[in-house]
């Protein structure tokens, strides 16, 4: 416990994906980090694809418009043609109750 001893140390190593000091390619990245690398690109873009495949699922299943909704907008708009197709009718035929303006 009373000694003082003084370590000269030129080395340090840690846990990585590079390539050791003595190595001709000193501290690049190794083949370990690429496929790393890899496997995480096609794990984002999987899970990205499997994301969208459910939402899009789920706007398919459950619709902004409810079904009877839909249909009484449906039959709304039919009669509302079946309305514009017998006034213009009428006014084809000259009985149309709307007076047209006289021009002076």
Not at 71 to 78: D, K, P, V, W
Request: charged share 25%; proline share 7%; net charge neutral.
């Amino acid at each position: 416990p009373g000694t003082n001893q003084t370590v000269n140390v030129s080395v340090c190593r840690y846990r990585d994906h590079r390539s050791p000091p003595e190595s001709p390619d000193r501290y690049e990245f190794n083949l370990e980090y690429w496929h790393l690398l890899a496997w995480r690109f096609g794990f984002v873009l999987i899970f990205e694809s499997i994301v969208l495949m459910i939402t899009t699922l789920t706007r398919w299943l459950i619709p902004d418009i409810p079904k009877k909704l839909m249909e009484r907008i449906r039959h709304e708009n039919f009669i509302t043609n079946e309305i514009m197709i017998a006034q213009e009718l009428k006014r084809a035929k000259g009985l149309s109750s709307i007076p047209e303006e006289k021009s002076n």
